[in-house]
């Protein structure tokens, strides 16, 4: 997987050595409100979902990115590409420590790893669930581009809001590219 950079953002690939920082975020109840099953994850259970994204990036090419403020390189949160089962579309995630929260930082990694997915991988479309309850991550992704489709099954069985862009889509809401 490539590092990515953003005016303000560095999205670094998940190593082992990021567990534990991710796992803490993962343990901030309010952090995981609507992400999952809308709790906390264990260790256990966040080790098993990064040992998941390490092996699809292995895999795919493409997983877990860490999301690190530019000037301090601290890390803020994680945002991910994932394909959920063979055959699935490409969804788009994101979860930040709460003190990253209304900074535009989710609004930034989640155009990163459109434009990356478009530009550098190919992939036809990106899909993105979010709760039906979560109106800021249905802001980011629109502002990120994405279109609300409607109501849908989420990846975990319940009704949630897809958003999703395809390459054309994109492609037709980018400024045309000057050749100097």
């Known amino acids: 997987m490539d590092p990515l950079r953003t005016a303000n953002l560095l ?9 534990k ?3 803490g975020l993962y ?8 992400i999952g099953s809308g709790g906390p994850r264990s260790e256990e259970e966040s080790r098993q979902r990064l040992d998941w994204f390490l092996d699809q990036a292995g895999r795919l090419g493409f997983g877990y990115w860490m999301v690190l403020d530019r000037a ?5 949160g994680g945002a991910m590409l994932m394909v959920r089962k063979p055959g ?4 788009l995630g994101f979860a930040l ?12 990694a989640a155009r990163a790893l459109i434009d990356h997915a478009f530009e550098a991988l190919g992939i ?12 800021p991550s ?4 629109r502002k990120a581009g994405m279109v609300d489709r409607g109501l849908a099954t989420g990846p975990y069985g319940d009704v949630d809001r897809r958003y999703a862009i395809t390459r054309e889509e994109w492609r037709s809401a980018r400024p045309p590219r000057r050749h100097d």
């Not at 343990?27 to 995981?32: G, I, K, N, R």
């Not at 990106?126 to 979560?134: G, K, M, S």
């Open 11 to 19: 999205l670094e690939p998940l190593t082992s050595a990021d567990y």
């Open 21 to 23: 920082w991710v796992i």
């Open 27 to 34: 343990a901030d109840a309010e952090v995981m409100r609507y």
């Open 72 to 76: 301090s390189r601290e890390p803020v």
């Open 88 to 91: 699935s579309k490409v969804e």
């Open 97 to 108: 420590a709460r003190a990253a929260w209304g900074r535009g930082i989710a609004t930034e």
């Open 124 to 135: 036809p479309e990106i899909e993105a669930f979010t709760h039906p309850d979560n109106a």
């Open 138 to 141: 249905g802001a980011v992704l």
